[in-house]
């Protein structure tokens, strides 16, 4: 991930959207990535994980997109809930530093 | 299965004290990871302990430390306090090897007053 001076953007999405939450990293040698769901007073959450050599991979209502080409990373979030408002983070690993986190994205779902 | 356990969840601590968090990993992973979580900085990790060893090391000063017991539980030590220090502690651990899915504890929160 890559902390770009640790603004915080927000996406407010209403209920039942689909959302993207975009990410870009930094290492080119990075091969594997996860995204993370973090609530308030709590961890942060394992969602979904991708590795290099995957594009996309896909788990229940959540998607991940990975490009290399421009270091970017995406989690799409089907027909978006009040339980999915948190922040999400994404993260690769990186040898020698284990996983860098970029700043993370607030979701907020309106009714 | 029980999920990574870190204790206390709160402590409050004076400047210039020193404080020791407590991490409990799943049952059967080996590597434990420290993480500090500040609004103004974000997620930034500490250290890396696997077999009781530490296998890698973020940029914090040496004031922060850190060891695995056998059992692979781990403490992460911190010593005289500053107030910058006040954070959200959190711990990972995973099975082993490097590059592979990492699960967080609730964090201990600290407050340096």
């Known amino acids: 991930g890559e902390s770009v001076g640790l603004h915080l953007p927000t996406l407010s999405v209403q209920e039942g959207d689909n959302s993207i939450i975009n990410c870009a990293y930094s290492n080119s040698a990075s091969d594997y990535f996860i995204w993370y769901k973090q609530e308030s007073g709590k961890g942060p959450q394992f969602i979904i994980d991708i590795r290099s050599n995957m594009d996309k991979r896909q788990g229940q209502r959540v998607t991940v997109l990975l490009n290399k080409t421009v270091k970017h990373l995406s989690l799409q979030i089907a027909a978006t809930q009040p339980g999915d408002s948190a922040v999400y983070f994404c993260?690769?690993?990186?040898?020698?530093?284990?996983?860098?986190f970029g700043p993370g994205t607030r979701l907020s779902v309106l009714p | 299965k029980a999920g990574v356990t870190q204790t206390p969840r709160y402590l409050i601590k004076t400047r210039g004290q020193q404080v020791t968090l407590s991490c409990s990993p799943i049952s059967g992973h080996r590597s434990v990871s420290w993480y500090q979580q500040t609004p103004g900085q974000g997620l930034q990790f500490l250290f890396e302990?696997?077999?009781?060893?530490?296998?890698n090391k973020g940029n914090f000063p040496g004031r922060f430390s850190g060891r695995q017991f056998s059992n692979s539980r781990s403490e992460m030590n911190v010593s005289t306090l500053e107030l910058g220090d006040s954070a959200l502690y959190l711990c990972?651990?995973?099975?082993?090897?490097?590059?592979?899915?990492?699960?967080f504890g609730q964090g201990t929160r600290l407050t340096v007053v």
């Open positions: 990972a651990s995973s099975g082993g090897r490097p590059n592979t899915e990492a699960f």
């Open positions: 302990y696997f077999s009781e060893t530490q296998r």
């Open positions: 993260a690769d690993y990186n040898y020698g530093q284990n996983f860098v």
